[in-house]
């Protein structure tokens, strides 16, 4: 009888076991589907973002014309202001036309345009923008009226600090400050 005692504890121990291990087995973790992560979104731009995002824009594009006019009457041998009203205004007019005439009365012409390395927006207020310039002019040569090179060896890399100014609906470049340097590199403008 003992052993069937044995064989029966045995069988029994061993389904004892069974279910103690089927107790200890963790259950699988229910299966959840994982909800739709959102895509990331930016804020929308406010409205005074998106003024001065357009007053830069339009700001920069008046420097551009000013300068691209600016080369243009340079490479006739010209000194215009009634174009370069259009986009410019104030110490900036003057300041190119001063530049025009100084090469006009020395029978100069310009062959090449002064390259444009980037522009960003430095401050805004609604009735003036504040842009920070990157300008080359080392590819402009010039030559005298017998067409000799008398482009100026110096260094012609500048920084442009520029500020526009409102006037109606435009924007025109109003006041500049320019620094001759030497590499544009640690500038507000580099690219």
Same mark, same amino acid.
């Given at each position: 009888m003992? @052993?069937?005692?044995?064989?029966?504890?045995?069988?029994?121990?061993?389904?004892a076991c069974c279910a103690?291990?089927?107790?200890?087995?963790?259950?699988?973790?229910p299966t959840t589907?994982?909800?739709?992560?959102?895509?990331?979104?930016?804020?929308?731009?406010? !409205?005074?973002?998106?003024?001065?995002?357009?007053?830069? +824009?339009v700001a920069e594009k008046?420097?551009?014309?000013? @300068?691209? +006019?600016? $080369?243009? !009457?340079?490479? @006739?041998g010209i000194a215009s202001a009634a174009a370069l009203k259009k986009?410019?205004?104030?110490?900036y007019l003057d300041f190119s036309l001063r530049s025009l005439r100084r090469s006009r =009365?020395?029978?100069?012409?310009? $062959?090449?345009?002064?390259?444009?390395? =980037?522009?960003?927006?430095?401050g805004w207020h609604e009735q003036k923008v504040r842009l920070i310039a990157c300008e080359d002019s080392?590819?402009?040569?010039?030559t005298d009226k017998r067409?000799? $090179?008398?482009?100026?060896?110096?260094?012609?890399?500048y920084v442009q600090d520029l500020t526009a100014s409102k006037s109606g609906d435009d924007w025109k470049i109003a006041d500049i400050s320019s620094t001759v340097v030497t590499s544009f590199e640690g500038q507000p403008c580099a690219a």
């Open positions: 003992a @052993l069937r005692r044995r064989g029966f504890v045995s069988v029994g121990a061993a389904v103690l291990a089927a107790a200890c087995t963790p259950e699988p973790a589907t994982p909800s739709p992560t959102p895509a990331a979104t930016t804020p929308s731009e406010s !409205q005074i973002e998106r003024q001065m995002r357009l007053d830069y +824009e008046a420097y551009r014309a000013s @300068l691209a +006019e600016h $080369d243009r !009457q340079a490479q @006739l986009t410019a205004t104030g110490a =009365n020395a029978g100069w012409q310009a $062959d090449g345009t002064t390259k444009i390395v =980037n522009v960003v927006g430095s080392s590819g402009v040569r010039f067409g000799r $090179d008398v482009t100026p060896r110096v260094r012609r890399t």
